[in-house]
């Protein structure tokens, strides 16, 4: 019986600490809502793309899948939970190839072994932009992959780790949010050759000013200069 009541008021106290966690305190927060700005216009120039596939009657799950991270992604940033926010990006990245893997017809099972058959791809591989977003993007995949286990937290006790969940991490969280931000900035580069047919004759003027609003100078100069051969 003993033991049962040292549950119950272990319990007891982390269900209070719970109800007094402050959710709008932690939006407030200049830096978080700075984060939260970054993110949110990093997935609005994503959608941009969902909206024209929908258009031309393109259905890719893992297009609903990717957009579904996002939300998670918001919530999960307020949270300050970088483990779980790398968790979620690894989740974007094995859409993402999902749909490289089916416009290039490419038959490998996991994702590891797609990124080197894609890097293979001759028009890759004479594509410093294709290139050089796909070996990011399987660094960033590859960095995703180790927050799956432990990242050595120790705590004295189950209420403890409860009350310092996070407290003092906002140099990893800036990192997980600019990480994320060139995340989707590769993938928009590589839709840009991936779906030219897209981009070059259904994107509306606005659309592309946005999606070149998120990209790189010196990227959509190289962009410019693959696709058209003139200098931008």
């Not at 799956?148 to 705590?155: M, P």
Request: aromatic share 18%; hydrophobic share 35%; glycine share 4%.
């Amino acid at each position: 019986m003993l033991a049962k009541k040292e549950i119950q008021e272990d319990f007891a106290q982390v269900h209070d600490f719970l109800l007094n966690y402050d959710y709008k305190e932690k939006i407030s927060d200049p830096l978080i809502e700075g984060y939260l700005k970054s993110i949110h216009k990093a997935s609005y120039i994503f959608y941009i793309w969902k909206i024209n596939f929908q258009k031309e009657g393109i259905d890719y799950n893992n297009l609903d899948e990717i957009v579904s991270t996002f939300i998670q992604i918001i919530y999960t940033t307020v949270y300050k939970d970088v483990k779980i926010l790398y968790m979620l990006y690894r989740n974007i990245i094995d859409n993402f190839i999902k749909i490289c893997k089916k416009e290039w017809k490419i038959d490998s099972q996991y994702t590891l072994q797609s990124f080197e058959d894609i890097l293979k791809i001759e028009d890759v591989k004479n594509n410093s932009v294709l290139d050089g977003s796909f070996r990011k993007i399987l660094h960033l995949y590859k960095e995703s992959c180790g927050y799956v286990h432990s990242q050595g937290e120790k705590f004295m006790s189950f209420n403890e780790g409860i009350r310092n969940y996070n407290i003092d991490n906002y140099k990893a969280l800036n990192k997980s949010v600019t990480d994320f931000c060139n995340l989707i900035k590769y993938i928009n580069y590589i839709f840009i050759f991936m779906f030219e047919d897209i981009y070059e004759e259904k994107f509306v003027p606005e659309e592309k000013q946005l999606i070149h609003f998120f990209c790189s100078k010196s990227t959509l100069k190289e962009i410019y200069y693959q696709k058209y051969g003139v200098k931008y």
